[in-house]
């Protein structure tokens, strides 16, 4: 096999299983996870972060570079063992 013959079977090799994670990925949703205080004394806070959240995703009209954005979110009550159960 000559030189360029080579070179253009690696550059073919390497440009085909580059296209193979971009394909798979762009029919994937972004996850994003979100914990707010929702409960409790500070849940007003909690429920304010939430709405910025929500305002910020409607703004990128619920995606990024077009793959669709999914959120979970759970709620917390400002207590370790809640944000650990959360997450």
């Avoid at 939430?50 to 954005?69: K, P, T, V």
């Avoid at 709620?75 to 159960?85: H, I």
């Amino acid at each position: 096999m000559s030189h360029n013959a080579l070179r253009m079977a690696a550059f073919y090799t390497v440009a085909t299983l580059g296209l193979v994670p971009m394909a798979q990925a762009d029919e994937d949703p972004i996850v994003i996870g979100t914990m707010a205080t929702l409960e409790g004394a500070f849940a007003s806070a909690g429920e304010d972060g939430m709405r910025g959240f929500r305002m910020a995703l409607e703004e990128f009209d619920g995606e990024i570079a077009g793959r669709e954005i999914k959120v979970i979110s759970e709620s917390t009550d400002t207590s370790p063992e809640s944000a650990v159960n959360a997450a």
